[in-house]
Structures are given as C-alpha cells and as structure tokens.
C-alpha cells in the first residue's frame, strides 16, 4: 500500500487534532475533561506554574472575569477607560472593566449601599443568577422568589450538575470549573446550544468537542526565524510548558530555525512543525498573479497564508525555476517560503513513489524532473529531486541550498528484546524522542511508537537500520516488515471466481474501515475466500488480496481475545464488524463483547512479523434465541 500526500497530509492534521485532544490531558493525569476544556476556553487558568489551584475560593471579582471569558465579549477588555460604577471598585482595580462591563449587560448588579463587593465570595445563588442572564433568561422566565427559583432553574438547565452546593454555599475554584463546563451544554433561551454561540463544536454524543476550543483559542501559525529563541516569543514562561512536535511529545529545546509553530496560552501548550517540502518551483494555480497553490517538487500545495501567497505570485521574490522550501504548518498548508538554500535539515526514511515531473520555466524553457516522495521516521512524508527506486532506505541532507540523497546501509548488527518499558532494545537505550519506522521493499510504511514493540525480540534481519545519538542511545530506527502495521486490513464479504475456460476472470467486494470496494480481474483469480483479508496496493488502487488465519473467539476485552485458551493482541485499529443477514456494519468492540449474546470470529495476521499476530478483523453474529 503506497500512501500519497494528500492522504498523508490528511492524516498528519488528524494526528495533530489527537494531540490537540488528548495531549494535555494526558499530561496532566488527573486532570478532568472539565477542567482542561475550560482551562482551553480561557475561563479558569492556572497561576505563572500552571498550578490551577482549585480548592481555592473565588472571589465576586474573578467570577466575572470568569463570566466575560465564557461570553462573546472576551476580546473586548482594554485598559481601564479611568472611572468605576462602585464606589469600592477604584478606577485601578484590575477587574473594573471586567464589572462594568458584566453590570452593562445585565449579568450582575451591586449592593444598595453603592458597593459590589469584589472581594467577597461568590454564592452559589449568586452564581446562578448571573448565569441565568448570561444565557438571555429573565425574570418572565422563572417562577417562584429568589433565590429558591433562581437555583431550581439553574439546576434543571443541569448548570449545577456534579456541584454540591447549597443556598448561601460559597464557591471554589473546583466548582467553577465544573459549572462553567456545564455551562457550554446548557440551552439558552434562544434555543440554542450556549457553546455554539461562541462557535465552539458539539459532537454527536452532545459533548462539547475539544479540539474545536483548543483550535479556537490557538494562535498562529508563527515560523522561528534563524537567531530566534522559542521562549522569547511565547507571552508566557517556559516553566511546565507542554510541547509537541509533530505531533510527538517533545520540548522547546527540540525548536529549531523555520519551524512553524502554534502555542495556546491557557493550556501553556506549544506545538512545532518542521514538515518542509524542499524542490524546483514550477506552476501556480490558478495563476502566478495571485496564487491560492503551487507545485514544488512534483506536487501542488495550498497557500495558507497571505504572506505566502505574496512570496510565490508575480510580485514575490521567488518565480518559476527558483529552487525553494516550503514551510508547512500542521494542515499541511503552506505558511511561508523561503531560500532552499536557507534550510539545513537531516532526514532518514524510506522511497515510497517515484516519478518525472515536467514544466516550463519563467523563461519559457521546457525542464523535465524526477523527484521522490520519502516517508520519513518522523512519520512525515516529505518530497525531494531523486531518482531512487521505491523501497529504497535513504537520507537526506539540505545544507547551502543543495539536498544530497544517499542509500543507506545498515550500521553493524542489532538484535534482542525490546524492554517490557519500550525503553531499550538489548543492551542499547532508546533516546527520549527515538523515531521508528516500519517499512518495506515495496513502499509500504507505519510510524511506530516504542510501546508498540515493547517485549517484542529483533533479530538483525528485522532491523533495517538505526542511528546513534551523541549520547550512544538509538535515535533513529526503520524496521523491516516487523509489526504488521505497514499494510491495510479489510474483510472479503463476496468472491467469485472463474478458474476455468478460456475466458478466466474473477470478482471481489469488500469492506475496509466500513467503506466498500471491488477488485476484478482477468486471465487470473486470487483463490481466496469470503473472511478477513490484507490488501496489497499499485498505484493508489488495490492490487491483491491474501486471507488471514482464522479464529474462533470465546471472549474479547478491550486488548485482547481468547482462542482456544489462548490470548490474542488486538491491533489497535481494530475493526469489528456486526453481520446481519448479509450486510456488515462497523461497531465498537463493547457493543459486541458479550459471547452469550454473540459468535466472535477474528482473523489474525499470520506473516510471521515478530510482533505481528494481531487480530485486525473481527466478524459479530447474533446467537439464535432459544426457549
């Protein structure tokens, strides 16, 4: 299976959008959905460390500061315009502008005696009442006297679910997460759901999606220019920051000069990208005047930016024939163009497609080019002027504007057990940021992560290659063919073949990822069966097709199914499918694991990958029901 790099391009969001969900939870252990969701939105952060603090009392002042973050209005707050609607809320109170403006729309008033009190703490009826408002209620809309009423409508709009409190209860900081996270999923009287209001995203389960508030609230892309340092251009400290490059966990010191980089300052969260596309510049679409794409190197990509666009039209620095870099943010757009020559990189990896690209130059001459696509051990596809055949192990070095390509060979032998910690292969470490690659002679590639081949042993005929780093730790490691992982799994759910006369042809449908195909052939069939299957790629396009081993499950769980007594990893992408009559659908595992309920069969990879033998298809029959 080649994969091109729009798909790759694709994926590499899809992986960046993992990272941007998951990261900082992950991170933080413990830490709730709630509280990274509100700390993403702005509405709750943590002090200078990070620290969130969250036993802590809230005090009336920074409710509403709280409020006008949660609200349409939280880019409106400038410096104070010098005068105060109470008179002990002084002109130079850090959160006048946030009351006056919270008391102008209505959310909160203050007390008789000309005084709001921002010192003291919030109620919980006090809380809801501001809430209420916020979300267009009034008082035509609640029945009863305060607070009573007030607090029975903040509970059946669940604005007080998971919150123990009480009328005249105080609130902390541990509430208010809770409450201001409730209050995404809340319908306003309009009707609509509070967090689309503020263009944030709910998900089917009606959730609200992170990755649409950390999207949101993210700034850039930036790109590091030569000489800059990363902390220098965060507006927070560099303490307890999480960084991911590439959509790997990392830190600011792996920033180097051109990368793109993103960073969200309530989650203290920096992501890198260093995916550059290096190679001869040789059309613009739809025109040089004013660009919207370009084709470097064989393949056209998007400009994402302004100054981009600028940089590559008619009126830039860079015309048909310049030899450039383009610097790609973490959709895969272009961000910014610079010098080839301004790039020095080092990249290891594996040829996945080669072919001749042929264009006119700014002086009308007609060039023809060949040029490579390399998946890298970063797991980025990048392209390059080459001439390599497909499988081929190469690195690539950019140094003064010339990219030099050379064939690898491997460095001595390597063998032994991967620890049961992912941490070492034998008597060797693993560097804290190794990069591994499962490849094989035909193009075929997956991105590996330590744990996947933890207790996994290597012979040398399973190693490709690896690299040292200064410190004698394996930063660099391409597998050969190790894991399985590299080819793409499906089940045959229709075969009919014609293996005799003269007119020898044959008929395949099938399901991957619960998306249906078909293979026909002709002058030849494949002599498979109905069941799960791996599929060979040419070209984009399925090529063949090869069963898999057979099993009968007894049980299932999340990681691995019983056969026969004994256990079998699942793979982590899975597919179950559950049969009625004779349409498969694509399940979750859960909703299928009770074998009192259900026929389990799975299908194995049976290559003799030493850490293959995971089940990567599993078919679902409901039992006949019995008196």
């Not at 002058?523 to 009968?552: C, H, R, T, W």
Request: proline share 2%; net charge neutral; glycine share 8%.
């Amino acid at each position: 299976m080649k994969k091109y790099l729009s798909m790759f391009l694709a994926l590499c969001l899809a992986v960046s959008m993992l990272s941007l969900t998951s990261a900082s939870v992950a991170a933080a252990g413990s830490d709730s959905v709630a509280e990274q969701s509100v700390r993403a939105m702005g509405i709750i952060v943590g002090d200078e460390n990070g620290n969130m603090n969250l036993q802590s009392s809230v005090t009336r002042a920074e409710f509403v500061k709280m409020m006008v973050a949660a609200s349409a209005y939280k880019n409106t707050i400038g410096e104070s315009s010098g005068y105060s609607l109470f008179k002990d809320v002084k002109q130079n109170h850090w959160a006048v502008e946030y009351i006056k403006l919270a008391v102008n729309k209505g959310w909160f008033v203050g007390y008789l005696d000309g005084t709001f009190r921002p010192e003291g703490t919030i109620t919980i009826e006090e809380c809801a009442t501001a809430l209420l408002r916020l979300l267009g209620y009034t008082s035509d809309d609640i029945v009863g006297t305060y607070p009573t009423a007030q607090l029975s409508k903040f509970y059946a709009l669940d604005l007080g679910k998971n919150i123990s409190r009480s009328q005249g209860q105080t609130l902390t900081r541990s509430d208010c997460v809770t409450i201001f996270y409730n209050l995404m999923t809340a319908t306003a009287k309009s009707g609509t759901v509070y967090a689309k209001t503020l263009g944030y995203t709910i998900n089917s389960s009606g959730e609200l999606d992170y990755s649409s508030i950390v999207t949101s609230e993210m700034k850039g892309p930036f790109v590091l220019l030569s000489g800059e340092r990363i902390e220098s251009k965060l507006p927070f400290t560099s303490s307890n920051v999480l960084v991911y490059k590439n959509g790997s966990a990392s830190s600011l010191s792996a920033a180097s000069p051109y990368d793109v980089y993103y960073y969200n300052t309530s989650l203290r969260t920096v992501w890198l990208y260093d995916n550059r596309v290096i190679g001869t510049y040789t059309a613009a679409s739809p025109n040089v005047n004013a660009p919207t794409s370009v084709t470097v190197a064989g393949a056209s990509y998007t400009l994402g930016t302004s100054a981009a666009a600028y940089k590559m039209s008619s009126l830039g620095p860079f015309s048909v024939g310049n030899n450039v870099a383009l610097l790609l943010g973490m959709n895969g757009t272009v961000v910014d163009v610079i010098p080839a020559s301004d790039v020095n990189s080092s990249y290891y990896g594996v040829v996945i497609s080669s072919q001749t690209s042929s264009y006119t130059n700014s002086d009308g001459s007609a060039v023809s080019e060949k040029t490579i696509k390399v998946a890298c051990t970063d797991g980025i596809v990048r392209q390059y002027p080459g001439s390599h055949t497909v499988g081929t192990l190469v690195s690539i070095t950019s140094s003064a504007g010339k990219t030099s390509i050379s064939s690898l060979s491997s460095i001595g032998n390597l063998s032994g057990t991967v620890n049961a910690a992912g941490t070492a292969l034998g008597s060797l470490s693993f560097a804290d940021n190794i990069e591994i690659l499962d490849a094989d002679s035909s193009g075929n590639y997956a991105k590996i992560y330590p744990s996947r081949i933890a207790g996994t042993y290597f012979t040398n005929s399973n190693i490709s290659y690896y690299l040292l780093d200064s410190r004698g730790k394996i930063s660099k490691l391409i597998l050969n063919n190790a894991t399985g992982d590299i080819y793409k799994y499906g089940f045959v759910t229709k075969v009919e073949e014609n293996p005799y006369g003269w007119n020898i042809n044959a008929s395949y449908t099938y399901i991957i990822n619960g998306t249906a195909g078909s293979l026909r052939t002709s002058s030849s069939v494949l002599g498979i069966n109905v069941g799960g299957a791996v599929f060979y790629y040419k070209d984009g396009s399925v090529s063949s097709i090869k069963n898999l081993e057979y099993l009968s499950l007894s049980s299932m769980n999340e990681q691995y199914a019983v056969s026969g007594g004994k256990n079998y990893l699942l793979a982590e992408n899975v597919q179950v499918y559950q049969k009625i009559s004779d349409s498969y659908y694509l399940v979750g595992k859960s909703s299928v694991s009770d074998t009192s309920k259900y026929t389990l069969i799975g299908y194995y990879d049976n290559f003799g990958c030493n850490a293959g033998g995971r089940i990567r298809i599993i078919i679902a029959s409901e039992k006949a029901v019995t008196d």
